[in-house]
């Protein structure tokens, strides 16, 4: 079977974004203990319950706000101003020195996460070819899988011949990398989608 490009295009995105930040993934926590001021085991709880915090607070009113305008051209830009938001997490990184701005990136990357999730779901389940749907699921949970579990061992390689550094900058690259690709899907978008309806007929083959 062949994918239509706008899944394909929305799967790859999503293994790059996810191996940029499971690169670092397995590393962050000894960065912060290690090299931040105020650093501890109790602060990087704190800091990951402030990513979910944010996410919950902006995800459920801007996905209302995405659902009153039914065509995927806000989608999109929700979606891009998301993706560009998370790629500067990892670039944070390296310009932190104190928990507090560990905190403000764990923010920044909870945002980030609220204005990626509903649009990249709202346009995945309307460009999922029919018949297919589970398979294509299943390829974008796989592709995430793949990525972390190659990314983040990787990742503690480059960190202990590297240093930290480094790894946050790869982490970034990949990650601008996943989100950059995300702009092939405009032309494919739908101006108008029907009021209530979840998935729209499967674009053509490409």
Known sequence: MRINRVIRTLVLADFFVNAGFSVFAPV???????QISGGTIEA?????????????????PLAKILDKNHGEYDDFYSLII????????????????SIIHIY??????GVGIA?????????????LDKMHESFEWTLDSVSIGLAAA???ALGGIIAQRFGFNFVFIIGGIFAIFGGLMQIL???DLKKKVPQGQVKAEPDKVT
């Open 115 to 127: 204005f990626v999730v509903p649009p990249w779901y709202a346009i995945f389940s309307r460009h």
């Open 44 to 60: 990087i709880g704190f800091g990951a319950a402030i990513v979910q915090l944010c996410k919950i607070i902006v995800e459920l």
């Open 28 to 34: 962050v926590a000894i960065f912060i203990t290690r």
């Open 185 to 187: 899907i405009f032309k």
């Open 150 to 152: 190659g990314a983040a």
């Open 82 to 97: 998301g993706s560009t938001l998370i790629a500067m997490v990892p670039f944070a990184y390296l310009f932190a020195n």
């Open 104 to 109: 403000i990136i764990q923010a920044i990357y």
